[in-house]
Nanobody, 133 residues
Framework: HVQLVESGGGSVQAGGSLRLSCAASGLTYSRHAICMAWFRQVPGKEREGVAGIDSDGSTSYADSAKGRFTISQGNAKNTLYLQMNSLKPEDTAIYYC???????????????????????????WGQGTQVTV
């Protein structure tokens, strides 16, 4: 059973920084290629991708996040981070982490979790953490 739990959200002034964390449990890297991503959603709007990290460690960002946000993983890959700097009021949203898995026999190259990846490609989601700027 996969569980993703986000933390680190809060209120910050414009120009400030926050570091979001996503604690992952139940991910079996021995059996699956796994990539992860951060999404965000403002009430009344569609959820949008912010940043993604592929199974080979490659990263991608939405244009709104480039140069300000950094996605990374802990050494054991059981924690996903999103360092957010130079925050703007338009960054206010609920931030979600998500995981995409593919059984290794079906893998043909790195598993991609692009910032533009379709939400339907992700099988596991956290409950979200509120960021208010």
């Amino acid at each position: 059973h996969v569980q993703l739990v986000e933390s680190g959200g809060g209120s910050v002034q414009a120009g400030g920084s926050l570091r979001l964390s996503c604690a992952a449990s139940g991910l079996t890297y021995s059996r699956h290629a796994i990539c992860m991503a951060w999404f965000r959603q403002v009430p009344g709007k569609e959820r949008e991708g912010v940043a993604g990290i592929d199974s080979d460690g490659s990263t991608s960002y939405a244009d709104s996040a480039k140069g300000r946000f950094t996605i990374s993983q802990g050494n054991a890959k059981n924690t996903l981070y999103l360092q957010m700097n130079s925050l703007k009021p338009e960054d206010t949203a609920i931030y979600y982490c998500a995981a995409r898995r593919l059984a290794r026999p079906f893998l043909r190259g790195p598993l991609r979790c692009l910032a533009t990846q379709a939400q339907g490609d992700f099988s596991d989601w956290g409950q979200g953490t509120q960021v208010t700027v």
